[in-house]
């Protein structure tokens, strides 16, 4: 043991050069993943343009009419409906799958990159879908040229794989750029927001849970207003009502007797007054007692 600690003290020096070589390899390692992940969005890229030449293709009605000058072309329109309904429901189903996310409190809490437009790949989808959103026509009875169409297709195709880079990237970073008190506070809101729409929990156990998720949440994650109304729906839930047994009939309820409508209470017995002549008018006599 005493040799290795004069073998340190003779070359300390040797540690500056090793830092040295540590960072060297660490840059490698840098270089090399970013052109992995260069590659994979090629790959990503190559393969939706694919699928949208497939869907295009496959869209395009076979005839073998030639078309002459007074038909679509010499306008430089192209009838486009069937093509556009196929990039129509390829563009709803990516909103359709960020909706998803957007609108669901607890996938927000479990992927917070999803909603960070910090991020680097949720940036450059949510920038995808705003030129997709705008390139898109108002129905696909719209005539469109073939350059337009085009822009269209491109447009869906990087729509698609911004949306795909963004979703794996924000499974695999998950909460991990939090502080750890930042985490604590999501596993406390993801815990609160099952009270929050758990039906077997009553009422004002619901609106509490639901308060202080807005609270964990505050700061954190930015919600929208439509998550919020679709929390908010869920929370103010009816308790179901509680379930019979098999075989038993509920109680039924017995009628009260009905009460008669004509009845009236029956009148007081007044005395007589007397009409004897040695009593005057209007004087009641009552019986005397007997001894």
Do not use: C
Not at 42 to 60: I, M, Y
Not at 119 to 145: E, G, W
Not at 147 to 159: G, H, I, K, M, P
Not at 253 to 258: C, L, R, T
């Amino acid at each position: 043991m005493d040799q290795f600690w004069m073998f340190l003290g003779s070359y300390w020096w040797l540690v500056f050069p090793l830092f040295g070589v540590a960072g060297a390899v660490g840059r490698s390692w840098e270089r090399s993943a970013r052109r992995r992940h260069t590659r994979r969005l090629e790959v990503l890229h190559a393969k939706a343009e694919l699928r949208a030449a497939t869907a295009a293709a496959k869209a395009l009605p076979v005839t073998g009419a030639v078309p002459t000058a007074s038909g679509p072309a010499a306008t430089g329109r192209v009838a486009t409906g069937s093509q556009l309904e196929s990039l129509f429901a390829a563009h709803d189903a990516v909103t359709a799958r960020w909706l998803d996310y957007e609108l669901d409190v607890a996938k927000l809490i479990a992927f917070p990159a999803m909603s960070d437009g910090r991020q680097p790949l949720t940036a450059a989808f949510l920038r995808a879908k705003k030129v997709a959103d705008n390139l898109r026509p108002a129905s696909a009875k719209a005539k469109l040229t073939k350059d337009q169409l085009a822009e269209y297709r491109s447009a869906v195709t990087d729509f698609e794989v911004a949306f795909d880079l963004a979703e794996r990237d924000a499974r695999r970073v998950r909460d991990s750029t939090f502080t750890d008190g930042e985490r604590k506070r999501l596993d406390t809101a993801k815990q609160l927001l099952t009270v929050a729409i758990d039906q077997a929990a009553t009422p004002a156990e619901r609106q509490l849970a639901y308060r202080r998720v807005r609270q964990e949440l505050d700061g954190l994650i930015s919600l929208s207003d439509e998550a919020l109304e679709v929390l908010e729906e869920k929370v103010a839930l009816e308790l179901p009502a509680a379930p019979t047994r098999p075989g038993t009939a509920a109680p039924q309820s017995v009628p009260a007797p009905p009460t008669p409508a004509s009845a009236t209470p029956p009148s007081a017995t007044w005395p007589v007054p007397a009409r004897g002549s040695d009593t005057p008018p209007g004087r009641v006599t009552r019986p005397k007692p007997h001894p």
